[in-house]
């Protein structure tokens, strides 16, 4: 039976991923803490996600069955609007966590309360090719490069002194995907993810979340996250050009930003669009060569004007 008033509220969105189920809800019932509530969001699923989730009832998961699929981030919305629990956590259907990694999480709240929310490094595998050599972070030099403090008395903890919103924006790639998230239960709620974004949903979301309090992060791979053929990210990152970020950061333009957030969003966005001109002088292809690198050049002097040559 899941607790009346849980500690943590894990969110579980689930799309034909009935096979690799089991796995992250075992990993959520092996941590170390005590009143877990679990939602599992099936988000239209045509496998055996449903029978799956059933049987974990006895462990008090509680499943939401929508008839039609909706996205990923519709269904971690329906799942946000059930979470009662003081903190909020969201795991992919095919990521699992490491025994300890919510314990861990919550003792960075204990000692640091006023955190917005903590994410922890991670490591990749396959069925067949095992866990790969590098986490995460290691493809994020800018991580130990930014103002950050550490936490006595929790190993590895740190969290951001400057602005959280900055920080993320100045990292090469996104240190944080959602499977890594622990959040403070009423910030975590107090936004949703935008359903009409394809990718990028999830950095926009914490973004938002950055701009009402500090970040930490576990500088120790808690978070398992597995690759294979279906996996929606990587099909993007495939066959996708770059600048898939370009979306999800233009949103963030109406949001109320500080000179410095501005400043931040303006200098990302220049960063992203000299990648799509960079990938189009390589391929020769003048359009994305030329569109990128204009885009760059009219960003960092107005980004009205990009705007308006975008359209």
């Not at 045509?46 to 049987?55: I, L, P, Q």
């Not at 990694?101 to 309360?113: I, V």
């Not at 973004?207 to 500088?219: E, F, N, T």
């Not at 220049?270 to 990648?275: A, D, F, G, T, Y």
Request: glycine residues 6%; charged residues 25%; contains cysteine.
């Amino acid at each position: 039976m899941a607790p009346l008033d849980p500690l943590v509220s894990v969110i579980i969105p689930c799309h034909n991923y009935g096979r690799f189920l089991s796995e992250a809800i075992d990993s959520v019932l092996q941590q170390k803490i005590d009143s877990i509530e679990i939602i599992v969001v099936n988000d239209g699923s045509t496998d055996d996600t449903h029978d799956v989730a059933e049987r974990y009832q006895h462990s008090g998961v509680q499943e939401v069955r929508r008839t039609h699929p909706a996205g990923v981030s519709a269904a971690r919305n329906a799942g946000l609007e059930l979470a009662r629990g003081k903190y909020v956590a969201f795991l992919d259907a095919d990521d699992r966590w490491k025994p300890k990694k919510l314990e861990t999480c919550l003792s960075l709240f204990d000692h640091k309360p006023e955190l917005a929310g903590v994410f922890t490094d991670f490591v990749r595998f396959s069925e067949a090719e095992g866990y790969f050599g590098m986490t995460q972070f290691a493809f994020v030099p800018e991580l130990s490069q930014l103002a950050r403090s550490s936490i006595p008395g929790v190993a590895n903890g740190w969290f951001w002194t400057h602005d959280a919103f900055c920080c993320l924006l100045a990292c090469s790639e996104l240190p944080a995907w959602p499977s890594t998230w622990v959040l403070r239960g009423e910030v975590a709620r107090s936004e949703r993810f935008d359903e009409r974004l394809r990718i990028g949903e999830d950095l926009q979301y914490l973004l938002k979340i950055g701009l009402k309090a500090p970040l930490g992060y576990i500088d120790a791979p808690l978070s398992e996250l597995r690759r294979h053929e279906s996996n929606v990210t990587l099909q993007y990152r495939a066959h996708c050009t770059p600048g898939l970020n370009i979306p999800s950061l233009k949103t963030l333009r109406a949001v109320p930003l500080l000179p410095r957030q501005q400043r931040a969003l303006n200098k990302r966005l220049v960063r992203e669009w000299r990648n799509v001109g960079s990938s189009g002088l390589h391929s020769r292809n003048i359009t994305d060569f030329l569109k990128g690198y204009m885009c760059a050049l009219f960003s960092k002097i107005n980004h009205g004007v990009a705007d308006i040559l975008r359209r």
